[in-house]
């Protein structure tokens, strides 16, 4: 599980920061990944990448400004135009829908492949055999959320010696067991799956989160959660500005991830007029705060490990 | 007068060439620059060179295929962030309109400058002092426009020699006799300006085109202008794919440069098979047909010299 950062600034593409847009890959868990807000210049970003869209099955976008969504239309099209056939789903604010159809309509762009568009509200998006995924609310002036994924805990492994001690000899077996909460052997016996079973693998808990005003009631919601990605438009003394643009500064991102006690901070969503030594002040300045802070840049990659 | 050549690619983005779009500098002539389509990443190719967004005055786009209009809804908002004032008109095909408006209004952008989107049709766009500007209809399979320019020509210089022989002394005389066609000096003399003046600075005429199947009849349109922009999707063997897919061969664009003997021929919207040698081996066969074809990359910049 691995975060890809394809686009870490805000509002307008520099030199060194293109719009929002970052990958969550599940190649190792779902064969899959997972795009997080789409500005243009993408599909551009990811050509330098490894990243290939015909794996793309899901793009959550966090609201409709224009350099989280830009790079949508063309992201999609591109995905067919190199044979992506396996269906996605995008989720998004009221208004999305609208946004892509007349972009792929007035186009001629016929996609080879099922595209659903979801317009999401705050709750349950969806759940599978691996993760619930929610939306929560954000305060940005327009609705924008932020998306909360939740990887469910994983079964355990199998304790030999425990195995052993009740007599089980290695085999096709095993898997049996694992696979059932009781197992009937050849001579009769029960086993458990509890008893030779080690403690569960815990899942991870991710929150990816869109443009957004300081919201510290949210330290609840994400508390102990292993990875924060969060936006950091402002420096630290720009409070009010951060306020009036509904936007946070680094400190306040900083507060958040410490009230919610999150496991890492990663920042991303700045200005450019924050630059060279000045984007590692504002690194120190969050870390006085939140020692376990990363500022992303654009193509920085972060691997999630299990928390255990 | 300058083309600057920003994507110079067909259909999908590669790392070695962007999606549709050129700017011709018009900085001299009259401080501003047009822009003729804006694929996605349009913006992010001007950060690298010295084009201000806030110059821009007209953006002609050729057809609506999502690599000539993608860039476009973050170009002008961009354009708006950065300080640009003054109006932009964007023509283009049918539809356009309806793609930009949805585009600003569902992200919520509030442009600072007068913008006006007018759908063309065969025929005179506009006329000023310096130009003429025509769409003529190409062959896409949906609406495709090719652009004319035909600038006016420019009197001529005062010849000093003559004015001298008519007893006419330096000074901001000059300039009066030069403004208008009969001046009467303090003597009662009267100066014709035709009897005075050099020959006219003939006017240039360029044009660009979108997407097209080859056509022969556009020779006579385009007879003897100076610049011809032309696609060359395809090798030259490749005609039945060309008319398939509604493209031209490289050689039909060289056919056409010769049949309308143009002054130059420059060649953009080159299919990403085409690398390396294959390109130079391309612009060899075009070059066969008409020797003064140009094979554009992304970056490239073309001085339109006067034709005099
Ligand atoms: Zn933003
Ligand atoms: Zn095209």
Chains 1, 2 share one sequence.
């Not at 990944?33 to 210049?41: A, L, M, P, S």
């Not at 096709?172 to 458990?192: A, H, V, W």
């Not at 079973?197 to 808990?205: E, F, N, S």
């Not at 400190?251 to 984007?279: F, P, T, W």
Request: glycine letters at 8%; a negative charge; hydrophobic letters at 35%.
């Amino acid at each position: 599980m691995e975060l890809f950062f394809l686009g870490t600034g805000s509002g307008v593409p520099s030199k060194e920061r293109n719009v929002s847009s970052l990958v969550l890959c599940l190649l190792e868990e779902r064969g899959t990944t997972w795009v997080f807000d789409c500005g243009e210049g993408t599909q551009q970003q990811i050509l330098n990448t490894n990243i290939r869209p015909r794996r793309i099955e899901v793009v959550f976008i966090t609201h409709l400004h224009g350099d989280h969504i830009y790079g949508l239309p063309g992201l999609l099209s591109s995905r067919s135009f190199q044979g992506g056939e396996t269906p996605v789903t995008v989720y998004g604010p009221r208004g999305l829908k609208e946004y892509i159809d007349i972009s792929l309509r007035i186009s001629g762009t016929h996609l080879r492949y099922p595209l659903h568009v979801e317009e999401v509200e705050e709750g349950e998006l969806f759940e599978d055999e691996q993760f619930v995924v929610e939306a929560i609310k954000l305060e940005h002036g327009l609705d924008s959320y932020g998306y909360i994924l939740k990887e469910k805990d994983k079964l355990g492994e199998l304790q030999p010696d425990k195995l052993k001690e009740l007599g089980v000899k290695p085999g096709p077996i095993y898997q049996k067991i694992k696979s059932q909460s009781r197992t009937q052997l050849e001579d009769g016996t029960i086993i458990r799956r509890d008893d030779v079973i080690g403690p569960p693998k815990k899942g991870r808990k991710i929150a990816i989160l869109g443009d957004t005003r300081y919201l510290p009631p949210l330290a609840e919601v994400l508390q102990d959660f292993d990875v924060l990605v969060h936006e950091a438009t402002f420096a630290g003394d720009e409070e009010e500005m951060a306020h009036d643009y509904y936007h946070s500064t680094i400190k306040q991102a900083a507060m958040l991830a410490k009230e919610a006690n999150v496991g890492e901070l990663i920042l991303n969503h700045l200005s450019s007029r924050y630059q060279g030594d000045a984007v590692q002040q504002l690194s120190d300045e969050a870390r006085t705060i939140f020692p376990n802070t990363t500022i992303a840049f654009d193509f920085y990659q972060h691997t999630i490990k299990r928390n255990q």
